[in-house]
């Protein structure tokens, strides 16, 4: 693995990419994309890279396979295409890639979101799993539900020192087979 060996304080740093599926968005205003850079780097994080594509599920599928297949990049962050209009194909795109789906990590994201959107949370189809031991988490659009996810569910799941358990403790395992 490529992440630096754990400090004495028990951290981990993480190479992390991101990308962001929009038909509109570039870098000058892809406030989800720059959220979550600012979110993991402040964290102690490193990017990895990172990326904007439109809303095709060969294109997301094309980066995330390249990222999955990278023994640089641990952890890979989609934001968009998680809705239920006809452009919105991330987890179409990113599903069939999974070794693993993490069920719970869609489930507490659209609990988190409740709490702050009310019910427009059923529109999210926000997904977790693992690929190739890499794990993958596709986020919505907004800048408010990329908060919620890292904030609540991202930051302390990819830091080491989370008890009583955490997925950067799973890495080294993620490619057993059984």
């Given at each position: 693995?490529?992440?630096r060996q754990?400090e004495?304080?028990?951290?981990?740093?993480?190479?992390?990419?991101?990308?962001?599926?929009?038909?509109?968005r570039?870098?000058?205003d892809?406030?989800?994309?720059?959220?979550?850079v600012?979110?993991l780097?402040?964290?102690?994080?490193?990017?990895?890279d990172k990326?904007?594509?439109?809303?095709?599920?060969?294109?997301?599928?094309?980066?995330v396979?390249r990222?999955i297949a990278d023994?640089?990049?641990?952890?890979i962050?989609?934001?968009g295409g998680?809705?239920?209009?006809?452009r919105d194909?991330?987890?179409?795109?990113?599903?069939p890639?999974?070794?693993?789906?993490?069920?719970?990590?869609?489930?507490?994201?659209?609990h988190?979101s409740?709490?702050?959107?009310?019910?427009?949370?059923?529109q999210?189809?926000?997904?977790?799993?693992?690929?190739?031991?890499?794990?993958v988490?596709?986020?919505?659009?907004?800048?408010g539900?990329?908060?919620?996810?890292?904030?609540?569910?991202?930051?302390?799941?990819?830091d080491?020192?989370t008890?009583?358990?955490n997925?950067?403790?799973l890495?080294?395992r993620?490619?057993?087979?059984?």
């Amino acid at each position: 693995m490529t992440e630096r060996q754990p400090e004495e304080s028990g951290f981990l740093s993480l190479p992390i990419a991101v990308l962001t599926v929009s038909d509109s968005r570039t870098d000058a205003d892809d406030k989800s994309g720059a959220l979550l850079v600012e979110r993991l780097r402040a964290n102690g994080h490193e990017l990895a890279d990172k990326r904007i594509v439109p809303d095709d599920i060969y294109q997301v599928r094309a980066w995330v396979s390249r990222w999955i297949a990278d023994e640089g990049v641990r952890v890979i962050l989609t934001t968009g295409g998680t809705g239920v209009t006809g452009r919105d194909t991330t987890p179409e795109a990113v599903t069939p890639l999974l070794d693993v789906q993490v069920e719970g990590f869609g489930e507490l994201f659209r609990h988190l979101s409740f709490q702050e959107i009310g019910s427009s949370t059923v529109q999210s189809r926000a997904i977790g799993g693992v690929a190739n031991g890499t794990l993958v988490f596709c986020l919505p659009g907004s800048s408010g539900a990329c908060r919620t996810a890292w904030d609540g569910i991202l930051q302390p799941q990819l830091d080491l020192r989370t008890r009583p358990c955490n997925f950067v403790s799973l890495i080294p395992r993620m490619r057993e087979r059984g």
